[in-house]
C-alpha cells in the first residue's frame, strides 16, 4: 500500500520563524514542505501575517477559487481583490509570481 504524504505550505514573517514550523512538521514522515500553496494540501500562515481583509479575500479564494467569484462573495470589486492578493503575496514572501498565480483563477 502506498503511503500518502500531506504537503504543506509554510509562510511566517521572518525566515526563522518558518524554518522552525518546517523542521517541526518535518519530524512526521507523511509531511512533505512545499513553496507553492497551490501544489499543496495546507498552507500554514503566521496569524499576524494578515490583516482581516487579507484573511477574508484568501479564505474566499480557496472555497471559490475564482477572483469573479470571490469579488461577488465579499462585496469588493475584482479589482480590489487582485490589489489584497498583491498585497497576500508581498507580506507573505510568496516566490510565485503574481501574474502566474492570478492565470490559475481567471
Aim: with cysteine.
Amino acid at each position: 500500500m502506498k503511503k500518502k504524504h500531506i504537503t504543506v505550505c509554510v509562510y511566517a514573517r521572518d525566515d526563522f520563524t518558518a524554518d522552525f514550523i518546517k523542521n517541526f512538521l518535518l519530524t512526521n514522515p507523511h509531511i512533505k514542505i512545499v513553496d507553492n500553496p497551490w501544489a499543496s494540501d495546507a498552507v500554514i500562515i503566521q496569524t499576524d501575517l494578515l490583516t482581516p481583509a487579507e484573511k477574508k479575500i484568501l479564505q474566499a479564494l480557496a472555497q471559490r477559487g475564482n477572483i469573479f467569484k470571490v469579488a461577488a462573495a465579499t462585496n469588493y470589486s475584482p479589482g480590489a481583490v487582485k490589489v489584497y492578493l498583491s498585497r497576500i503575496y508581498r507580506n507573505s514572501k510568496s516566490k510565485l509570481h503574481l501574474k502566474q498565480s492570478l492565470s490559475l483563477f481567471l
